[in-house]
Structures are given as C-alpha cells and as structure tokens.
C-alpha cells in the first residue's frame, strides 16, 4: 500500500472534521506521490498548520471566508476544458452527503481502487467514500490503463463490496487487450463509475457485453463529483432544466460556491425549498425521469443563420459502429460564418471516403443539412487533459488551424 495514501485520509477526515484547516489537493507531478496543502485563507477559524510531509509546529489565523453557515473544508481548483480557472470549495456536509448517496445507489458502502488523482473531484470523491466506509482504497495512479497492472491492483482489494471510477479512456484501453485476467477483475467489481465525458454508445455495448456493471455518471467539481447515474439522478439530487435549456443540479452535495464571490453569485443560488442550487454549462432535456444532455451552453454552431448543436452532432457521430471517440467544433467561414468541424477517431483507422460519407449521411437524417460536418480530421486518439477528459483547447486549435479555406476537406493524423 502506498504511503501517501494513510497520510490523504488523515488529511481528509481532519479538514472534514474541524480539526485542520480546509485541504486542497495539490495537480499530479510524474513520478511523484500526491500532495497537498491547507488552505486556511478560505475559511474561519484556528487550526494547526499541517503540510502533506507532516505537521508544522505553528497555528495561523484564518481569514474570513466565505459568508455560509457551512464551513469550507476542501478547495478543487479546476482548470477546465475551457481554460476558465475556478477554486470550487467544497463543505464537509457536501462531501459527506455525496459519499451517502453513491452508497445509496450503488447497494452499500465498498472498497475502492483509486485510479484517478485526487486533486480531480472523481479521485477526492474515492476518498471521502473510503472514510464513509472505513475501508482503504487501494491505489493505482499509474499506468491504470494497463490490463496486468490494473488486474493485480484489482485483485488487491478484500472488500465485499468493490467498486472503480474510471473515464472513458481508460476503460476504453483497457477492453482493447482483451486479457482475460483483466476481464475476470472486472467483473468482480460491483460497479464501475465511468465519467468526466461521454462514453460512447460503442464503448458502452461493449462493456455490457462482456458483463461488466458499468454506470456512466454525470457531475462536476461543484457537485462533489456525479450526481446522476444513467440519467437517474441519486436520492436527494434536485435536477430542473430551466426556460433556456439549461441543466440545474440541487441538493445537498452541491458546493458552496467558488471563491470568486461574483461566480459563485452567477452559478449558485437556491430552490424554493432552500437547498443550494448549481447552474451548469450544459444544456439538456428530461423524458420519464431520465436526464439526456443534449449540449453546451457554449457549444451552439451558427452555420449559414441556422443554428446547430455540436454536441448533438458529436453524439450522431458516436453512433456510427466504426466510430471510437468524436469531437465537434465549429470554425471561422467567409462564407457559412461558421462551419462544422469534427475530430473523429475510427476503430479501425481508415482513409476511406465511404465511412466518411456514411457519417455526413446520418447527420443529414437526423439533424439536417445544415449540420453536416465540412471537414474532418481522423486521428488515432483525442488529445487529453491530465484527467482523462478530451483536451477541448487543444482540440479547438486544431480544427481552426485545420479547416482554414483551401485545406482539405478530410485530412488523417493517426
């Protein structure tokens, strides 16, 4: 067992209790363990100082922090796919009633392997599950996309009850081996969250097929991870779509806020009933209960005056069997102002016109002409963030770069 792990759960359980001052966990280094590092700027009170190497032998005065009745007891700092910096703080009773609720949905409490870092929310959400529990994650920080290493971390765990977060990626690596030791330790996993992006329909059939328990989960950093389990959301989760489309998550698990006082006051407010309520970037709908998400706030494509959803076409994209993983953006046009761009990674890698021409088909059927791709880059996998989400900066250059006028219409890197 790793070291750092005992010293993060200590950390954890004394920021959650009172008894240090609020905890963030610090970007992964290669190489290196996590680290961590308090925070007491963002919250009141007295606490001893304590580093992630052991404690300081000095108390600090907080400043005061957020005004909540609720204390501050760990900070996310995200990024984003955006590249919009955010502090999202995070309260002990937010924290403690997502880890409840999981538990809820899931049957009862479990042991965990940790394949994601915890300075991302879905690894933190390990965590505070692991002390929730009373039982120890078992780590795999590296090369968790490796079907040997991962068996043998699976077959770590001694729990009756034993559960895995993974994003699409990882689990998506995983299956291509088709190792059956690999195979046999999932299995035995009672769940496998799958989140921070969407899973395709392609990578979803498969893992059922094989006879893996898979759940794909919906939630954020302000909502101490997912929140919604294949678009039911779990017990005591509020969901509302508002007048303008856009998806409203309410509940006990919802942050505080972030420390940015004027986004927390754009972001969050509350329901009728008082529960805090976050707004998110993502657009959606809800038939018999289920929640779909059938875009971004920030993803709408203008093409020729017609309006266009990328997401939507990312999704009819995905659908197509010879496609792994997609991504949709639009670029500057003289003519159409904006064009549809897609990033598409193929199972078997092809430069074959046809499969093209079948994409454009079964956009064309379902949402129209107008939201037809006008070009395509087919590459061997989607660049990504540390996380394992797609790296939406770095693809958004590419297709601007890319799709300039007298470029070709479909061009292969991978």
Request: with cysteine; proline share 7%.
């Amino acid at each position: 067992m790793s070291e750092w792990v005992d010293g993060a759960l200590e950390t954890l359980r004394d920021a959650m209790d009172g008894d240090a001052p609020p905890a963030e966990f610090l970007p992964p280094q290669p190489g290196q363990p996590p680290s961590w590092a308090p925070r007491p700027e963002v919250s009141g009170g007295r606490w001893p100082v304590r580093s992630a190497r052991g404690p300081a032998p000095t108390a600090i005065e907080a400043a005061e922090g957020p005004g909540s009745s609720e204390r501050v007891s760990v900070v996310v700092r995200t990024s984003g796919s955006t590249g919009t910096p955010k502090e999202t703080l995070l309260s002990a009773e937010a924290l403690r009633a997502s880890a409840d609720m999981t538990a809820q949905a899931l049957g009862g409490h479990g042991q965990w392997l940790l394949t994601l870092h915890p300075s991302y929310v879905a690894g933190l959400a390990v965590l505070t599950r692991s002390l929730r529990a009373g039982t120890v994650p078992v780590p795999l920080l590296e090369r968790s996309a490796e079907p040997t290493t991962f068996a043998a971390a699976a077959e770590q765990l001694t729990a009756e009850r034993r559960y895995v977060s993974l994003v699409p990626t990882q689990l998506q690596r995983l299956l291509d081996s088709e190792d059956q030791r690999l195979l046999g330790a999932m299995r035995r996993f009672d769940a496998i969250l799958l989140g921070g992006g969407r899973t395709s329909p392609e990578l979803f059939g498969r893992a059922k097929r094989l006879g893996l328990n898979v759940l794909r989960t919906y939630g954020m950093a302000e909502t101490c991870g997912g929140c919604v389990y294949d678009g039911a959301p779990l017990p005591g989760v509020g969901v509302e779509i508002d007048a303008e489309g856009r998806v409203l998550l309410s509940g006990a698990q919802v942050a505080l806020g972030y420390r940015d006082s004027e986004l927390t006051a754009e972001r969050f407010d509350s329901t009728p009933a008082g529960e805090r309520r976050f707004r998110t970037d993502d657009l959606g709908e809800i038939r018999d209960g289920v929640l779909s998400i059938t875009g971004r706030t920030d993803d709408v494509i203008n093409t020729g005056g017609v309006k266009v959803s990328a997401v939507r076409i990312q999704q009819v994209l995905e659908e197509h069997p010879s496609v792994r993983d997609a991504f949709v953006a639009s670029a500057e046009d003289p003519e159409w102002g904006q064009k549809v761009c897609a990033v598409v990674v193929l199972s078997q890698v092809s430069r074959s016109r046809s499969t093209l021409d079948e994409l454009n088909a079964a956009v064309r059927e379902q949402l129209g002409a107008p939201a037809v791709p006008k070009h395509y880059e087919l590459l061997g996998a989607l660049p990504q963030l540390r996380n394992g989400k797609p790296d939406r900066q770095a693809l958004n250059r590419l297709l601007r770069a890319a799709a300039q006028p007298g470029r070709r219409k479909a061009n292969s890197n991978g």
